[in-house]
């Protein structure tokens, strides 16, 4: 699946896109007898979103780079694709699972 794909952050079809790929998720999550709960409420004070705290959180590890440039924030997986495989091999529901979360992502969000 690796395409150098930069999402900004501040793109209207961004968090809509983004809810509808983790609600389908969810729903081919339960039918392979995972439980997921994903709950997506903004900070308290800061207002930001889980979303872009685990962007951030992601960035410090080195997994994602964020980029700034006139006025957009956007981010790319800073990943190859083994290591992003192997990551997601030790997830619940494995690397088929997220991986069709990214494809869900994409297609919604660049309709």
């Known amino acids: 699946m690796r395409e150098d ?3 900004s952050l501040l793109d209207h079809r961004f968090a809509p ?5 983790f609600q389908k998720m969810g ?4 039918e392979q007898g995972i439980d997921v709960a994903i709950r997506m409420p903004p900070h308290p004070l800061r207002r930001e979103s889980i979303i872009e705290r685990g962007i951030a ?3 410090q ?6 980029e700034s440039s006139r006025g957009e924030r956007s981010f790319q997986t ?3 694709e083994e290591e992003a495989s192997a990551i997601l ?3 619940p529901g494995g690397e088929e699972l997220f991986m069709q979360l990214a494809y869900d992502f994409l297609e919604l969000f660049n309709r």
């Open 27 to 30: 729903k081919r999550a339960r």
């Open 57 to 59: 959180a992601a960035q």
């Open 5 to 7: 794909t930069s999402i």
């Open 78 to 80: 800073a990943l190859s």
């Open 89 to 91: 091999r030790r997830l």
């Open 61 to 66: 590890s080195g997994t994602v780079r964020l």
């Open 17 to 21: 896109a983004l809810a509808e790929a």
